[in-house]
């Protein structure tokens, strides 16, 4: 059964560090766009970063921009969140996502998504 999941979710102080990982089991990575939703108490799911399928192009939201990375790992499978200098406002619900469909900037949290993970917590709080 085809399957997205993360891991390495938790709660950290501000200023703290996470990173995320999702693994794909199933089918194969490099197939797909990758990226990262994160869903806030009350909010909608909003994304987070994306990396194509060919490693070329990074997308970042502005909020995120310069404290996260996003990379992947074709050969094991794997992308990876990695989150510098959190802040309480990152606090929410991490949801690792694939597409197939070719992306020019990050896509919405919609039907074209072909795989979702089941999510993990992270809690930013002093």
């Known amino acids: 059964q085809a399957q997205l999941v993360e891991s390495g979710g938790g709660a950290v102080q501000p200023g703290g560090s996470l990173r995320l990982s999702c693994a794909a089991f199933?089918?194969?990575?490099?197939?797909?766009?990758i990226g990262w939703f994160r869903q806030a108490p009350g909010k909608g799911r909003e994304a987070v970063s994306w990396?194509?399928?060919?490693?070329?192009?990074?997308y970042y939201a502005d909020s995120v921009q310069g404290r996260f990375t996003i990379s992947r790992d074709n050969a094991r499978n794997l992308v990876y969140l990695q989150m510098n200098n959190l802040k309480p406002e990152d606090t929410g619900v991490y949801f690792c996502?694939?597409?197939?469909?070719?992306?020019?900037?990050?896509?919405?949290?919609?039907?074209?998504?072909?795989?979702w993970g089941q999510g993990t917590q992270v809690t930013v709080s002093s």
């Open positions: 996502a694939a597409l197939s469909l070719s992306i020019a900037s990050m896509p919405t949290p919609g039907p074209k998504i072909d795989y």
């Open positions: 990396i194509d399928r060919s490693e070329t192009n990074t």
């Open positions: 199933g089918f194969t990575l490099d197939d797909y766009n």
